[in-house]
């Protein structure tokens, strides 16, 4: 602190992985990379997601697609998956251009 006083330092045995409801199991980076010509749409870009590898196979990183098309991309915009580097993004790319014929969803196959 700014008094030069330490922190306490968490005890290992106090944490347990996957124990807690607050505990991270994934996330999803994106940016708005820019508006189109007309400033009536967004471009997004996702720049990375990962799963807990202990949640893999729970669907984890389709509720975070879904909640991400859901709560930030509107009719019209345009999302941009990047390099797809693993053929389960494939596969997340692929269902979203189905379920939101409404939004532009492009990517670059990379496996």
């Known amino acids: 602190t700014s008094r030069g006083k330490l922190l306490k330092k968490p005890k290992l045995e106090e944490i347990i992985p996957g124990v807690s409801d607050a505990c991270i199991i994934g996330f999803l980076d994106y940016h708005l ?3 189109t010509l007309d400033g009536k749409n967004s471009m997004w870009y ?4 990962k799963t807990r590898a202990d949640s893999r196979g729970d669907g984890v ?6 909640n991400f098309y859901e709560t ?3 009719p019209g915009d345009h999302v941009h998956f990047g ?7 494939g596969h997340l790319k692929n269902k979203m251009v ?5 939004v532009k969803t492009i990517g ?3 496996f």
């Open 72 to 74: 930030v991309v509107k």
């Open 61 to 66: 990183a389709s509720k975070l697609i879904d």
């Open 83 to 89: 390099k797809m580097m693993h053929p389960g993004i």
């Open 33 to 35: 990379q820019r508006e």
């Open 108 to 110: 670059a196959i990379y």
């Open 98 to 102: 189905k379920k939101y014929p409404d």
């Open 46 to 49: 996702i720049d990375y997601m």
